[in-house]
């Protein structure tokens, strides 16, 4: 039993002996021993367990070149340059020292702020995020995504407690147009950091590495010995094409690339709309087989979070994009990168074809140019980059021409999108700072504007300011020119003392300064038997009053007739979670939150869909009712025109038929009954046709010339029987049927046929 105790009592002391801390101090014993060289799995760097275990659950096993090169020197502690091609895994380079050092330093939520991660785009900060969560899961670190529209002043109260910056894409933020912001992020940066800056064509500008005051800062490019600066397996071809023959060949290229996934990329958010908008029309036969997609930087964050998931998860989409998506985002199994509009520069072409042939895949690149962006092809060449031509069949081409010039006539508001692309696309050619590439007079803006559908061309206002500007620029020249040469000819002709008429007109005063004190245009109010002074309106004092009162200017707000506010979901968020959101005030964003956000959001949506469906049945079902009531009542008027036009062609024969006086001759067997075998004795005669009780009966008539007067003889032979005609009644009665009666006879006529008979009998 004491030998069992004792033995109890080593693993209890083995188990002491090995805190925390002397396992961080035995990793750190290592950094110096490594060698990239032999690296070849992530457990053979001195890493800790927890890190070892999320990167292995999150598929990363081998790290790629870039990895090895740098993990190590960072975990050192030097500044860091790191360069290499896209989709090299540099953001893995980066994370991993960060969370390792964060690790042995035992930083904990209570210490603050201990790594910050810049980037250029807010989805490259997500997809950071992202990784950043996965690979370290099993530390007790905390992280946070600021990405703009929130608060920062809890994160700039702390920011001088952090000790590590990184730089992802760190060209881009050094750039121009995020100038002013670093400045300003830089001014709270503590002295005594590391900073890790990387990008796949990384700055080497003094005057730009300057300003972070990096110290002794290694350059580390595991490509620069390469024969090409984009990846291997990437093909890459251009196309030269005149500009109003850009809409025919992306329409053409996509109806040919169904089933693939491709990123399309246009220089402005405007461009963008249109094309989405204009492309979603025109492909609404293949919607089922190909899901467009937009993304530009005047989507709402959320939104654009959700689209870019969105993509990452399809495998046949298209994405109309601006440059927003070129930097640093992994969209997997990309099979084309389609640059509609010439790059900036080599740096722009680079990030932008690297969106595909990622780590170790095949990809296409297309790049579009138009004859006077030809010079583009030979910086590429400089740089060492393979393109080559590719021509295109004339057969292969299909305008959508007349097709957009439709949908614009009969919608406006895309119309409208359509012009504001067109001048957007302009004005970005003469931003542009490479004037041999982009020459805005090279442009046929006509048949361009036309190729958009615009039978009209858009007036193009920016370069009428400039043609306007420059020609007041060459005006003033020549006045002042003027000016030096009416200045000379005064000093030629200067009045001597013996001039009795010089100085006839002359100046008093020049440059006359009018003292008026502020008290003469002040406004002053006697109030109670006091004067009071107000002070002039500002616009600042109005926007700060309605601040004051938290007016929101220019918002639309409707009630209902129980006085509640009616939310329209197209323009706010109508969901519980979704208002508590946007009344969040803190700093960062939670995902989570947004996910679920999201997903409220759009239940409320599809519900909305599903309203607008039922009315839309709804209006077709009346519709269809109306049509069907019109044409019965069409029918009805139409049958009554028959029976009316029946009922006047039957007066006509009745009238034809009558003798002068109106009326209708009877039929004599009526009178006198039918004739006997005696009285048909001729056979010759003419043949006449009566009405005997609803049958034919023909009859020969002869007369004679013997003195005793004509005779009549009547040879009765039946020649077919007739129904009786029926009369056709109208719609409105049809069981009841009209007998028309023919007028009555007159005694006294009757007796008069009666007469001339017996006279022609004897």
Known sequence: MAANSKKKVRVYEKKKHNPETEIIAKLQSKYEKIDETQIK??????????????????????????????????????????????????????????????????????????????????????????TLRKVGRYHSLSAALVIGGKDLRYERERMDQFSILVLDEADRCLDKGFEESMDAIIENFPESRQTLLFSATQTKSKAELSRLSLKDPIYVSVHEKATHVTPEHLQQVYVVCNLEDKMTMLYSFLRKHLRQKIIVFFSTCKQVKFMYEAFRRLTEKCARMIKLIPLHGQIHQLKRIDIYQTFCRRQHAVLFATDVASRGLDFPDVDWVVQMDCPEDVNAYIHRAGRTARFKSGGNSLLVVLPSEENIIDQLAIRGIPISELKIRPSYLQSPEQELAALLARNSELKQTAQRSFLAYIKSVMKMRDKKIFNLHALDTDAFSK???????????????????????????DDESSEEDEEEEEEESVPTESDDEGDVLTIKRRDIDIDISDEEFQINEVKDGKEKILKPVTKAAVAKKMLKKKIVPNKKINFDEDGQEILDPTKSKVSERGREYDQQTGSGINIELAKETLRQEDAFDKELHRKKIRERKREAKRKLKEQRKLASQEEEEEGEEEGEKEEESEENEEEDSADSDGYVMPDPDEIYGKRTESEEDNDDGDLVYRKKEGEFVKRKVVSSDSESGSEIDEHEDKIHRLPKRKLKTSKDDRTSKKKRELPSVSKNLRADEELALQLLRH
């Open 41 to 130: 799995k992530f457990y053979d760097l001195p890493l800790s367990i927890q890190t070892i275990k999320g990167l292995k659950e999150s598929g990363y096993i081998k790290p790629t070149d870039i990895q090895k090169q740098t993990i190590g020197l960072a975990l050192r502690g030097f500044d860091i340059l790191g360069q290499a091609k896209t989709g090299s895994g540099k953001t893995l380079a980066f994370l991993i020292p960060v969370i390792e050092t964060l690790y042995c330093k035992r930083w904990t939520r209570m210490d603050g702020l201990g790594a910050l991660i810049i980037t250029p785009t807010r989805e490259l900060a997500c997809q950071i995020f992202e």
């Open 451 to 477: 190729s958009l559908g615009l039978t009209i061309p858009p007036r193009i206002r920016v370069l009428a300011r400039r043609e306007k500007a420059s020609q007041k620029k060459i005006e003033k020249e």
